[in-house]
C-alpha cells in the first residue's frame, strides 16, 4: 500500500524560505514521477513543479527561479525548496506520485502560509 507525507509547511514571513518534504511508503519510488501541487482557498489545484523518474524537471512559470524540485531515490523522498515566498505562494501543499496514466497517489497536504 503507498503512502505519502508530506511535512515542512507552516507560516513565514515575504521573502522566506521553506523546504517541503514528500516521503513514500510501499513502492518502487525511484520508478514514479514525483509533483508538487498547491491549492488555495477558492481555487482549483495547480501543478507547482514535477520531476521525472530521469530527473527532469518542469516548473509552473510563477515558482520559477524561487522553487526547486529534488528527489533522493535512496530516501523515497521528494523535496521542493522554496525561496522569495510571497503572499501569493500561500496554499496548501500537495505531493502525487504517478506512474503512467492510470497509476498515481496523494499525499494528505501540508499547510503553508506566507504572511507578515
Known amino acids: 500500500q503507498v503512502q505519502l507525507v508530506e511535512s515542512g509547511g507552516g507560516l513565514v514571513q515575504p521573502g522566506g524560505s521553506l523546504r517541503l518534504s514528500c516521503a513514500a511508503s510501499?513502492?518502487?519510488?525511484?520508478?514514479?514521477?514525483m509533483g508538487w501541487y498547491r491549492q488555495a482557498p477558492g481555487k482549483q489545484r495547480e501543478l507547482v513543479a514535477s520531476i521525472t523518474s530521469g530527473g527532469s524537471t518542469i516548473y509552473v512559470d510563477s515558482v520559477k527561479g524561487r522553487f526547486t524540485i529534488s528527489r533522493d531515490n535512496a530516501k523515497k523522498t521528494v523535496y521542493l525548496q522554496m525561496n522569495s515566498l510571497k503572499p501569493a505562494d500561500t496554499a496548501a501543499y500537495y505531493c502525487?506520485?504517478?506512474?503512467?496514466?492510470?497509476?498515481?497517489?496523494w499525499g494528505q497536504g501540508t499547510q503553508v502560509t506566507v504572511s507578515s
Open positions: 510501499g513502492s518502487i519510488f525511484s520508478l514514479y514521477a
Open positions: 502525487k506520485m504517478t506512474r503512467g496514466s492510470k497509476e498515481y497517489y
